[in-house]
């Protein structure tokens, strides 16, 4: 017996629900033809032109080295370009091309259906609740580093 039940374990509840999230995504983001990973650093390059594969990675919440493999894949399936920065050669500027942003649109499609159908589960008060006390979460265990 451990010293703490694992349905007390707060972690164990975040988690299940970061693999239904994901799981629902994977099958979700099928008809862009690409992974979870790629679709996410596809809408932030929609958002973000010219971001840095250092910046994505931060916005994605994965680790540069992670980053690096999902752009040599998107840049080899010819979803995005990367180009020297004008000013700093030694970074790489990233940009969808048109083939990019088509599966970026395609796979957004089933995204979005998956966090509506998700929101919908709750009242307005509690996903603004959830989002603040999902926060409370993330403060708390960056602190733990």
């Not at 040599?72 to 940009?95: A, C, D, M, S, Y």
Request: aromatic residues 4%.
């Amino acid at each position: 017996m451990t010293s703490m039940p694992p349905e007390e374990r707060i972690g164990a509840h975040i988690k299940r629900a970061e693999q239904a999230l994901l799981a629902a995504k994977n099958t979700a983001v099928k008809p862009g033809a690409v992974t979870v990973p790629q679709y996410a650093a596809l809408l932030w390059l929609a958002e973000k032109p010219g971001i840095s594969a250092a910046a994505l990675a931060r916005l994605c919440g994965v680790t540069p080295p992670t980053m690096n493999t999902v752009l040599k894949n998107l840049q080899e399936r010819g979803f995005i370009e990367r180009t020297p920065h004008e000013w700093h050669r030694n970074v790489l500027e990233t940009r969808l091309t048109a083939e990019g942003r088509a599966a970026m649109e395609l796979a957004d499609e089933g995204a979005v259906r998956v966090e509506r159908a998700l929101a919908a589960a709750f009242t307005d008060e509690e996903r603004q609740l959830l989002v603040r006390l999902l926060g409370r979460c993330a403060e708390v265990l960056d602190a733990q580093k």
